[in-house]
């Protein structure tokens, strides 16, 4: 059955090669990927940058009356840019200054956390399958299903409120105190991805060859020396790898959070994708135009970062 | 896996560093932190409405005895109650009338008694509320929905697997005019969530008459940037001498790729074979969007059926919750070895 | 290759699937979504339905309310949408409904029965179109937790009382029997409302534009604050989730956490199926301001949409639907207040509820004449969304301490105004 099927493609595509040659049959592996990229994520992109500088509540850009610049001009419209209530738009910054600060906390906790973790899943330890898949198991759940879950412990009457009220304590309202609330969302989004990121550093520290812990080990060098003079800088190339994939994430996040905490109390957690979600969907209050001028924002930030990342591997590779 | 081995090997085992214990206490923590949370969602998912607003929550699910008393048709729900003189005893109540409870003693039916309702406990036994589950399923087209959600997950998996395994052979093995610009477009939109374009899809959908049809649902996520960057590192991994050599043997570049470079990339297509799995059996916000009819709705839009508009019957969410964990937490269970061992030798190098 | 087996028999095992569907006659599609238990009942009047009518089937979409909130408005732009749905915002979906006057049999009867709804219905200078029909009426209005009083030993106030002295006995009774919300409302621009029109707050001026923040809309805002400050409300409902997201306290009043919990009579089913016999509660009439005594009215229509390619067959599923004994059936079976004059007139038995369920649902029926002009204007403004919206948001965020009230207030004005004008621009 495997062969057959195998051999019925064989026969086109090696015609396929005679007839165009051997140096144009990589824009043959490429055409259904591009295709449905095409289609699906470069023709909608171009629809929501229409978007942005038209106006009115219409669906079809051809409805919609050409506004220019105006969306942008709306969203930047700023007393000051580093006081979101300054803004016209003061969700659009509050979106931007919460992103922001939770990235910096977020990345932080989950690059320390998940070094840590890889360190010791590689030390000489029992069951290291079992602790490995552990620590993984949370990367398969969906988003919604992780803020679920956590919202169900933090509430008022959930099980963390148990414990603290077990040994005497008062209950805290986690999710509606501000400080809170950022730090459950960056403790509960470090819980549910630490384990994909343990994993890639994990395979970098394997892959550091053993004598050189041998030497170091021979000239008794202390641990935290050998760690900081050998280990880090051997790493580094995952750890970048790390550091940007999580940087990344942490700017788009939002079904977790707006599962968990629903950008509140007030807009302490409120995220830009979260924004430009409620801003194109929330309440009939649809707002494509906006919305669309604030994507094409991110997009632009994600997009800086994606090619600091690209520069980032070609200078590991050269 | 030899390095490992080495890696574990250069330490001596009779000597213990404070280290060890610290790392077995890290990693016992770690598991009730990662376990934990998921057991409690399980726990309670059994618990009737009731039993899910009490305070303190009990571990396991509970809810109240009810016994059959002489000269009553109905079961009534057993009390401890604490009577004037101290004493305890239970009694099962027959009414509540404002802060009063009317009260008989189960084993002599006549002696009825009027007790404060502060004064009384519940008396709890084990049971599982299974009708959490049964309900909302027994409401809805479960086995219908069960399969639409198998067919996207694995047709779009497979044509996932497919079209990204080509794209990243392209990428890899060759040196072609425009490379640059196809990497760019790949890594470009690696980081466009769906969320922020979600009205322009629908609407090429939309055009493409793909509305209410699971390929509306299977397609536009099919070209994943993820998917083409993770096989594409692996595949440069690959010894180029294997290549030039099914060359030299006069294989056609489709052979090479199918025959030889596939087969080495096993455990990146493996990977990413469960992530799509993941991807595709967990998402919501796209299908809800384009399926509106019930024959092809997926199991996350059935499940979430009963979520209205002014109220959340934290009971239901709780049990399907489960439900649709269970089928991934399954599949991990028998894959892990393969999921971990396979990120850790993609490596992202 | 077993993944091509495996996708042959998907394919087939969907082609199927279609195919037994189209084999039926006239096939209606209706989107739905449920709070409790009014999609089953909707299912067997559906049933009835079609055993008399053999050449219609009527297929029941049931989806979650984010469903109809946030994409059916989409798929209607796109003309995507389904041949009836029941929707909740009416003024929004306006322009996408068909008007059925010319199909019906007897359009008199509806005009007679629902005629102040189906203004809601309408897009402005309309005044004859019948797109459908009142699945549900709802107003607004408090519900006690009156076991909690007894045990306080505090008398409750009378049908008159204010705002205030609601405000003063609730928090009375909640330290007394330490419970966390002595009143809570819900997170709701439309559940403010209900308050801020009893203060006096007008709404529109004398053009009819609106005009949200007078005095008697900074009266009730006032009140809302200083009640989150001086601990009458907690900040758990009004002060967490951002934006316009909806917040209960329906679990905590099941719980018996909350003395008094402002919300509506859409309640009333659960409560009478979860409470049980746990405590007594009331529902008592809404309590009073500086202007009046006035609830605020709601609900969700069944309406049929414009793009529907078999309208004869809809106006006979709506004529039955909505006729006197089934409608009747419908409501009665939900525990929903009526959205149907004669109904109401008479009076529904409700055979299902308990005699709390029937005491409530008779307290909130009762509550319709009591309604003010303001508070029906209010709800059949088209925009009326865009007003709740940017009042919740920013009251909202005044509570969370993240702005002044005097903010609030401007940013209020400054969103309504700004949103209008993006919705209106052609």
Same mark, same amino acid.
């Given at each position: ?124 330890? +029992? ?42 304590? %008062? ?77 990344? #994430? ?5 079904? &977790? ?62 | ?14 000597? +213990? ?78 009414? #509540? ?16 008694? #009027? ?15 299974? &009708? ?116 030299? %043997? ?86 892990? +070895? ?12 | ?42 299912? %067997? ?168 923040? %007078? ?169 009326? #969304? ?24 401007? +940013? ?15």
């Amino acid at each position: 059955m495997l062969r057959g099927a195998t051999r019925i493609i064989d026969w086109p595509m090696e015609g396929l090669q005679r007839l165009i040659g051997e140096r144009r049959m990589p824009y043959v592996f490429l055409l259904p990927n591009l295709a449905f990229f095409g289609v699906f994520v470069f023709v909608p992109i171009s629809i929501n940058f229409l978007y942005s500088v038209t106006g009115g509540p219409a669906l079809f850009p051809a409805e919609r009356p050409f506004v220019g610049a105006g969306q942008y001009a709306y969203l930047f419209d700023c007393g000051s840019f580093v006081d979101p209530s300054s803004c016209r738009e003061d969700h659009f910054w509050r979106g931007v200054s919460n992103t922001l600060r939770f990235t910096a906390f977020q990345v932080v906790a989950m690059v320390l956390l998940s070094l840590l973790t890889a360190i010791v899943l590689n030390m000489k330890i +029992r069951g290291r399958g079992f602790f490995r898949a552990v620590y993984f198991f949370p990367v398969l759940l969906s988003p919604v299903v992780v803020a679920l879950i956590w919202k169900w412990i933090l509430q008022r009457d959930g099980l963390l409120n148990a414990g603290i009220t077990g040994l005497g304590g %008062d209950k805290i309202l986690f999710l509606s105190e501000p400080g809170w609330a950022m730090f459950w969302i960056i403790f509960v989004s470090v819980w549910a991805h630490m384990g994909f990121y343990t994993l890639i550093l994990l395979a970098g520290l394997q892959a550091i060859p053993a004598d050189i812990y041998e030497a170091a080990e021979m000239d008794a060098t202390p641990r935290w020396r050998v760690f900081w003079r050998l280990t880090l800088p051997l790493l580094w190339p995952n750890l970048i790898v790390v550091i940007v994939l999580a940087l990344i #994430r942490a700017v788009q996040t939002f079904d &977790e959070v707006f599962v968990l905490t629903g950008g509140g109390p007030g807009t302490s957690t409120l995220m830009v994708v979260q924004y430009i979600y409620e801003t194109a969907f929330s309440n009939q209050v649809q707002n494509f135009g906006l919305a669309a001028a604030a994507s094409v924002v991110l997009g632009i930030v994600l997009f800086a970062l994606t090619l600091a990342q690209l520069a980032f591997s070609q200078r590991k590779s050269s | 896996m030899k390095i490992a081995q080495l890696l574990t090997a250069r330490r001596d085992a009779s000597h +213990r560093h404070w280290t060890d214990i610290a790392a077995y206490a890290y990693l016992l923590l770690g598991v009730v932190l990662m376990f934990g949370p998921v057991l409690w969602l399980v726990l309670s998912s059994f618990k009737t409405q009731a039993g899910l607003l009490e305070f303190p929550p009990s571990l396991l699910p509970m809810s109240q005895k009810e016994i059959s008393v002489a000269g009553y048709p109905q079961p009534l729900p057993l009390f401890t109650v604490t009577m004037e003189d101290g004493t305890t005893r239970q009694l099962a109540q027959v009414r #509540r009338v404002g802060i009063q409870s009317q009260m008989v003693d189960p084993d002599n039916p006549s002696q009825q008694y #009027r007790v404060a309702i502060d004064k009384r406990v519940p008396v709890r036994e084990f049971s599982l509320a299974t &009708e959490n589950y049964t309900e909302p399923l027994a409401r809805f087209a479960f086995p219908r929905f069960l399969a639409n959600s198998v067919f996207v997950t694995v047709v779009a998996t497979l044509i996932t697997l497919l079209i990204n395994s080509m794209a990243a052979y392209a990428l890899s093995i060759y040196e072609f005019k425009g490379k640059n610009a196809a990497m760019l477009m790949v890594i470009g939109t690696l980081m466009i969530p769906i969320t922020i374009i979600l009205v322009p899809v629908y609407l090429v959908v939309t055009k493409l008459g793909l509305v209410n049809s699971l390929w509306a649902v299977i397609l536009p996520g099919a070209a994943t940037p993820t998917g083409v960057f993770l096989l594409r590192q692996y595949m440069l991994t690959l010894p180029r001498d294997l290549i030039e050599a099914a060359r030299m %043997d006069k294989a056609s570049e489709w052979q090479i790729y199918w025959r030889i470079v596939m087969p080495l990339t096993l455990p990146a297509l493996a990977v990413l074979a469960i992530f799509s799995i993941m991807w595709r059996w967990n998402e919501f916000l796209w299908p809800l969007a384009v399926l509106t009819k019930t024959e092809v709705y997926t199991l996350q839009i059935g499940l979430n059926a009963f979520q209205g508009e002014l109220q959340t019957q934290w009971q239901y969410l709780l049990a399907m919750t489960v439900m649709t964990l269970t089928p991934v937490a399954i599949v991990f269970v028998f894959l892990q +070895r393969f999921i971990t061992t396979g990120i850790a030798n993609t490596g992202m190098k | 290759m077993k993944g091509t087996k495996m996708l042959l028999g998907c394919a087939l095992l969907a082609a199927s699937l279609v195919v037994s569907n189209a084999q039926a006659q006239t096939t209606l599609r209706m989107t739905w979504y449920s709070d409790g238990n009014e999609g089953e009942v909707m299912s %067997d009047l559906l049933r009835r339905f079609e055993e008399q009518n053999k050449d219609i089937k009527v297929v029941l979409d049931q989806v979650p309310f984010k469903a109809i909130n946030e994409n059916l408005p989409v798929q209607l732009a796109a003309g995507q949408g389904p041949d009836l749905a029941r929707v909740a915002d009416l003024g929004g979906v306006a322009r996408y409904m068909l008007d059925l006057r010319p199909l019906l049999k007897d359009p008199a009867y509806f005009e007679t029965n629902f005629g102040p709804f189906l203004e809601w219905m309408r897009l402005p200078g309309d005044k004859t179109s019948i797109p459908g029909f009142m699945t549900q009426l709802t107003l607004t209005g408090p519900l006690v937790n009156k076991t909690l009083f007894e045990q306080a030993n505090i008398a409750m106030p009378g049908p008159k009382a204010t705002w205030e002295e609601w405000a003063k006995a609730a928090k009375d009774v909640a330290t007394k029997v330490q419970a966390p919300f002595p009143v809570a409302i819900d997170r709701s621009g439309h559940r403010f409302f209900s308050l801020a029109i009893t203060q006096g707050a007008k709404v529109f001026d004398d053009k009819g534009e609106p005009a949200v923040v %007078d005095d008697g809309f900074k009266r009730g805002a006032q009140l809302v604050y200083d009640w989150h400050k001086n601990g009458v409300m907690s900040k758990e409902l009004w002060g967490s989730v951002a934006g316009t997201a909806y917040r209960g306290a329906n679990d905590e009043f099941k719980n018996a956490q909350v003395v008094m919990y402002v919300s509506g009579s859409w309640q009333i089913g659960q409560f009478d199926k979860t409470i049980g016999n746990g405590f007594d509660w009331v529902a008592v009439p809404t309590p009073c301001g500086p202007a009046n005594c006035s609830p605020m009215p709601g609900g969700a229509a069944l309406v049929a949409i414009k793009t529907t390619q078999h309208p004869k067959e809809v106006a006979r599923l709506v004529e039955y639907l909505a006729s006197e004994k089934v409608v009747g059936e419908f409501y009665d079976r939900s525990l929903f207040v009526p959205g149907h004059l004669g109904l109401a007139k008479q009076g529904l038995t409700y055979k299902d509820a308990s005699q709390q369920g029937k005491a409530a649902l008779k307290v909130f029926s009762e509550g319709v004449s009591t309604l003010s002009p303001v508070a029906n204007k209010l709800q059949g403004y088209v925009h009326n #969304r865009v007003i709740f919206n940017a009042v919740i948001s920013r009251l909202g965020q005044a509570i969370a301490g993240e702005a002044s009230l005097d903010e609030a207030y401007k +940013r209020i004005t400054a969103d309504i105004e700004q949103q209008i004008a993006e919705r209106t621009k052609k």
